[in-house]
């Protein structure tokens, strides 16, 4: 039988956070892995870029991706 349990490194020990369910002792192996910080969520706006006038509806229209002619041909070969 084969369990995951989340520990913690510090100083040469690891320490567990969790008690193994149905397993009271057995090999282990240790991955360590380095967290990193998650950037916070960035969401777009309507006017969150203003200049002279707001962001509007046909602007965000404007700015999607219809494709485009000289890549067509890319993609159907």
Known sequence: ???IVMGIYREGRIELLE???GLRE???RVILT????KPAP???EFGKYKGDKDTTL???KDA???GEAEFEDLNHK
């Open 58 to 60: 046909e602007d965000f």
């Open 26 to 28: 057995g090999r282990v």
């Open 34 to 37: 380095e967290e990193e910080p």
């Open 1 to 3: 039988m084969t369990t």
């Open 64 to 66: 999607e991706w219809h």
């Open 42 to 44: 960035r969401y777009l």
């Open 19 to 21: 008690k193994p369910k």
